[in-house]
């Protein structure tokens, strides 16, 4: 007999960045023209959108990842690791002569780290490379967007899937300093910022409740009907036509946000395709992203739906 809830079960499209993660944890961050010695060196599989493919697929979510990566070892190592992960790489890209995409993060004793990307093929994710995944994305329930491909594929994503009736999740980071084309918000259902990228998208210092009131309304003045900010330890504001309510996080000793962020946007994707009510899909996103920086690295510090 088939199991019926994987036949219940809706397609998570992920269509992002894959990278590398070569990781140094230090005392502190270093100052500009800095040199310091640091100590545990890891090389990581990461990417936000990998890692939040990853974090979906854990959590228990049917999930297909689209990225472009090289030839290279690094490539081809990402890719094993996804299919590991019980992801469906079938439509993952591969560049010939291509270079895949590598970032150097440090990690200080607290928690908080710097992070600078070399894109390498995910800077060449062009339109053109959507053309072999339009009916993937037509057929799926949710696709979920990041913004470190280039923004031109993000946004012919997006009017895709919208065009099919597919729910668009945007996780707008890096958020660019010239701010979100209208094109691409025109067609976002739900965007999950820090609060950071909340300020660059609206002006809007987010530092609490009431500034992140203040910087929802704007984004959901653009025509984004569900605002998600997440706010580190605070947890995350939630702003629709129903709600407007800062949702606590759990209170945890962090000692590396590095994923946060992409587990939390991995796990609320799981939860809206299970059709979870929408505070406890973000009660159910806080908790996998609390149990995430108590942990060292990306995609090693995601927890599975059974840790939950």
């Known amino acids: ?31 500009p023209g800095e040199t310091i010695i640091g100590g545990d060196f890891m090389i990581n599989p990461g990417g936000k959108g990998a890692n939040q493919a990853v974090a979906a697929s854990r959590l228990g979510g049917d999930v297909i990842f689209v ?18 992960e019980k992801i469906d ?46 009916d993937v994305i037509k057929n799926a329930s949710i696709l979920v967007l990041q913004l470190e491909i280039p923004i031109g594929t993000a946004i012919e994503a997006s009017k895709i899937a919208k065009e099919n ?16 084309p209208k094109e691409l918000l025109d067609n976002v259902d739900i965007i999950i910022p820090n609060e950071t990228e909340a300020e660059i998208i609206t002006g809007i210092e987010v530092f609490n409740s009431e500034t992140a009131v203040k910087a929802a309304e704007v984004m959901n003045g653009m025509g984004i009907s569900t605002v998600i900010i997440t706010m ?14 800062l949702i606590p996080s759990t209170k945890v000793n962090a ?54």
């Open 255 to 308: 000692i590396d946000t590095t994923a946060a962020g992409d587990t939390f946007c991995g796990a609320l994707s799981v939860a809206f395709a299970e059709s979870q009510d929408i505070v406890d899909a973000i009660k159910f996103a806080c908790k996998a992203s609390a149990i995430a920086v108590t942990r060292m690295g990306a995609q090693a510090s995601i927890p599975y739906r059974k840790e939950l």
């Open 232 to 245: 580190g330890s605070k947890g995350a504001f939630l702003k629709d036509n129903k709600h407007s309510i």
């Open 89 to 134: 790489t079938s439509y993952i890209i591969k560049e010939k002569g291509g270079i895949s995409g590598v970032a150097l993060i440090t990690v200080d004793k607290d928690g908080e780290n710097s992070i600078v990307v070399a894109s390498g093929t995910n800077a060449s994710f062009s339109v053109s490379d959507l053309s072999d995944v339009k």
């Open 67 to 84: 990225c472009k990566v090289g030839n290279d070892d690094f490539g081809e190592r990402t890719c094993a690791i996804l299919e590991k």
């Open 165 to 180: 009736g597919v729910t668009v999740m945007l996780n707008p980071a890096p958020a660019p300093s010239n701010g979100i």
């Open 1 to 31: 007999m088939k199991n019926y809830k994987l036949m219940l079960m809706k397609k998570i499209l992920i269509l992002g960045s894959s990278n590398t993660d070569m990781v140094v944890k230090s005392e502190r961050l270093p100052k």
